[in-house]
T-cell receptor, first 113, second 115 residues
């Protein structure tokens, strides 16, 4: 596609539920990143992929968070046993290699009630 | 100490003036530097990248980098009300400029251009 596509754009879930957030990067972009952004803060790194493998997952806050990119294109961020503190905008970005700055998707606003 | 620091503002300038946004970073090995603009409720949009010391100009925007001082700035000339947004400084720490390592973002500076 022309840009990075994220679905859903909004997700409201109950505390303790499982959610999946999807990211479809720009075609041909090898590197894919997940960030989350809380109000008034800059994006906070979660994980990035080069191809199919997670090259760096050091930003995942705990083992409730997991992400996959099985075919080196679409990625899914999975959050188990959601907590109210997980509420944020989850941003996906992609870039070709060598990187020339990220292109962000429009984000998924997750609200845990 | 935060890795990338920005004055949170808000910064207000009159229309037509120069807006100056500043950013400092802690990792001396940082190689790539970016400025993103984020309108309220929208995702960040890349507006400038800079990789070597000095100035880089693109239209009304000029990015300035001083690696010795670990300082990067963004100047916006002839500011317009449509420039009102939060400006995020982002740094790629470590590795070469070709590295896919993640960017570290500052908290952003909120800019308001008054008509």
């Amino acid at each position: 596609g022309a840009g990075v596509s994220q679905t859903p754009s909004n997700k409201v879930t109950e505390k303790g539920k499982y959610v999946e957030l999807r990211c479809d990067p720009i075609s041909g972009h090898t590197a894919l990143y997940w960030y989350r952004q809380s109000l008034g803060q800059g994006p906070e790194f979660l994980i990035y992929f080069q191809g199919t493998g997670a090259a760096d997952d050091s930003g995942l806050p705990n083992d409730r968070f997991f992400a996959v990119r099985p075919e080196g294109s679409v990625s899914t961020l999975k959050i188990q046993r959601t907590e109210r503190g997980d509420s944020a905008v989850y941003l996906c970005a992609s870039t070709p290699l060598p990187p020339r700055g990220y292109t962000f998707g429009s984000g998924t606003r997750l609200t845990v009630v | 100490q935060k890795e990338v620091e920005q004055n949170s503002g808000p910064l207000s300038v009159p229309e037509g003036a120069i807006a100056s946004l500043n950013c400092t970073y802690s990792d001396r090995g940082s190689q790539s530097f970016f400025w993103y603009r984020q309108y309220s409720g929208k995702s960040p949009e890349l507006i400038m990248s800079i990789y070597s010391n000095g100035d880089k100009e693109d239209g009304r925007f000029t990015a300035q980098l001083n690696k010795a001082s670990q300082y990067v700035s963004l100047l916006i000339r002839d500011s317009q009300p449509s420039d009102s947004a939060t400006y995020l400084c982002a740094v790629n720490s470590g590795g070469s400029s070709g590295s896919a390592r993640q960017l570290t973002f500052g908290s952003g500076t909120q800019l308001t251009v008054l008509p």
